[in-house]
């Protein structure tokens, strides 16, 4: 079975209620004004002043510079766009606000937070990473955002970074401020020191106990969790030695090193005697922010001007993209930008995504193939042509030429992807799972699945697919380091007793091999292997079948053997030894053939033995 990668949201209530935004038509919207920046990495949309915009770009460019010096050698090259939406004031920021409040969902969660008042969200998105903030607000939103960028940047390039590390990572950079051309990195946090200040009065910290319940349970939402890992990673960061350390066990953990070896490899203390250092630090009361230059180059932002239907394409598209329950306000944008621009392919195919989400594959169809007609020079156009057909087949192969052509079609348009952004890896990802449907084993599959694991690494669903394209390939050494990887994802139960029945079905294929060369004995010990393990009923019934012809061939061939056995010993005239032998024939000598046989050779031995007896003497 190929996994399905996540990419429908919950199908479109019929009963939505439109905002006052979409409740009046979208061309009365004030649309002038709106100005795109593009940096190295990031892509910013605002109704404000430009200068914000370029401070705002600047700063987190620096921000994101910083984080990636944590692991140099890390792939941290965007694997998705990156978005921010930074409005002028509450009434242009206020349409386009969440619906309700969101928490901490999870490990992986859709949406992470929302900001202080209202003021900013951050909401990753398999299409891009969606985030919205106001310019006059006393909330912080910037900092916010720098937050949660960095939760999210480690959650998809360092997946397998202890909970306590990530969080406080994210805690750490998020009074990330540039002055002049340092960053002050680590500043502190009241809120935090005064929880920490609540814990130390009750006379323990309780790090310990807080981080292992964590890796335990994978629970994000302690209350106590945010602040002891911001202490921690403060403690840690401020000394440069410390520091080392703390790269040295990020650099292991990034490598699927356990934790606790990592952790005794790296650091010269226990964790106990760690969380004493910690204690006496924070009671010290000095909490020393580092002082870091700032990246060569200032990031130079690319200025364009948004023409009216740009601007509502794009607001039409962040709606889309973080708030699954007003589908209908982003389609609204779609078909008002059209109003404005018809024939705008990235509306045509907003229109295809919402139509797919709703579970009208017909109606997207037409959309992506009107869009594609518009705008196929648009990676993310191609990629959503290519997905839905390729997601039209589920875990099955074609099965005529029309499904094979529909097929083709896909892989070209995921490859036209790739072509216009080579890291952007959901395309990548489909890619491979599209060369995966192909009849015959691809290592093409292999290489497109590989190169979305690189860009996503924490992508269980990437991860599995991948699984199977080494299998196709019949890559043993492969498939078990991805295995293993999963467990270290802590992929759930189900998904690595799948994974696993993925190696038993290696096994069924070694083990088939095996019979093909005559090595019988062991064919039939791996298939008794593999029958113990496997919960798949499909292949037990495989397994079974096979070890019943085994049983049935072992016979044969013991019986076969037996015969010319005597059949050798009656040409020599060696009639005891052959009357022994016959013995033996005749006890496993099955009804049919095999006891006719038998019985052949009996009145054979009978004969000769008569022949060969002397003459009686007469009298």
Request: contains cysteine; glycine residues 6%; hydrophobic residues 45%.
């Amino acid at each position: 079975m190929i996994l399905r990668m996540p990419q429908r949201f919950e199908k479109i209530c019929a009963l939505c209620v439109l905002l006052a935004l979409v409740s009046q038509p979208i061309s009365a919207l004030e649309t002038d004004g709106w100005l795109r920046l593009e940096t190295q990495h990031f892509t910013f949309l605002t109704n404000g002043p430009e200068g914000v915009a370029r401070s705002t770009a600047h700063d987190l460019e620096q921000l994101r510079y910083a984080i990636t010096q944590l692991w140099p050698e890390g792939r941290f090259e965007p694997a998705v766009p990156t978005l921010i939406y930074i409005f002028e004031d509450n009434e242009s920021f206020g349409p386009y606000r969440l619906r309700r409040a969101l928490g901490p969902t999870g490990d992986e969660p859709r949406v992470l937070s929302q900001g202080s008042g209202s003021a900013g969200y951050l909401v990753p998105h398999e299409h891009g990473t969606y985030a919205a903030l106001m310019i006059d607000s006393e909330s912080r939103p910037v900092r916010f955002v720098y937050k949660q960028y960095v939760h999210q940047l480690l959650h998809a390039k360092l997946p397998t970074l202890p909970l306590w590390l990530r969080h406080g990572f994210a805690e750490y950079y998020s009074t990330f401020e540039v002055d002049g051309d340092e960053a002050l990195i680590g500043l502190p946090i009241k809120a935090h020191l005064d929880v920490l200040s609540s814990h130390l009065a009750g006379g323990k910290l309780g790090l310990m106990a807080m981080v292992l319940e964590a890796e335990r349970t994978r629970d994000v939402g302690q209350p106590s969790m945010y602040p002891q890992s911001w202490a921690l990673t403060h403690y840690l960061s401020s000394d440069p030695d410390r520091a080392r350390q703390l790269g040295a066990f990020a650099y292991h953990v990034a490598r699927d090193m356990p934790a606790e070896k990592a952790f005794a490899k790296s650091f010269d203390v226990d964790f106990a005697e760690l969380e004493k250092r910690l204690v006496a630090y924070l009671k010290g009361g000095k909490f020393q922010y580092l002082r870091a230059e700032l990246a060569l180059g200032a990031h130079p932002a690319r200025v364009t001007r948004l023409a009216p239907h740009e601007a509502v394409f794009h607001l039409g598209d962040l709606v889309a993209h973080t708030q699954p329950a007003r589908q209908e306000d982003a389609a609204a944008h779609f078909r008002s930008a059209l109003q404005l621009a018809p024939g705008h392919g990235r509306s045509l195919a907003g229109l295809g995504f919402i139509a797919e989400q709703a579970g009208d594959d017909a109606a997207a169809s037409t959309y992506y193939q009107q869009a594609i007609a518009q705008d196929a020079d648009h990676f993310l156009v191609q990629y959503l042509y290519g997905s839905s057909l390729a997601q039209s087949f589920g875990d099955r192969r074609p099965t005529n030429e029309d499904e094979q052509a529909r097929l083709n079609l896909a892989v070209a348009a995921l490859e036209r992807s790739v072509e216009q952004w080579g890291n952007f890896a959901p395309a990548w990802a489909r890619l491979g799972y599209a060369r995966n449907l192909q009849p015959e084993a691809s290592h093409q599959a292999v290489e497109a699945l590989e190169n979305a694991h690189g860009l996503l690494p924490g992508r269980l669903d990437i991860a599995f697919n991948l699984l199977l394209a080494y299998a196709r390939i019949d890559n043993r050494e492969a498939a078990e380091a991805i295995v293993a990887r999963m467990a270290l994802l802590a992929a759930d139960d189900a998904a690595l007793a799948r994974a696993r029945e993925v190696l038993l079905t290696m096994d069924y294929r070694d083990a088939a091999r095996l019979v093909r060369q005559d090595q019988l004995d062991d064919a039939t010990l791996l298939f008794a292997r593999i029958l113990a393990q496997t919960t798949n009923p499909a292949l037990q019934q495989q397994v079974e079948e096979q070890l019943g012809k085994l049983e049935s061939t072992a016979h044969a061939l013991h019986f076969s053997e037996l015969y010319r056995k005597v059949t050798n010993l009656l040409a020599d005239r060696q009639l005891t030894a052959a009357a022994d032998a016959l013995k033996e024939l005749d006890a496993i000598a099955q009804p049919g053939q095999q006891r006719a046989e038998v019985e052949r050779l009996t009145k054979k031995l009978a004969a000769m033995r008569k022949w060969q007896s002397p003459p009686r003497q007469s009298g």
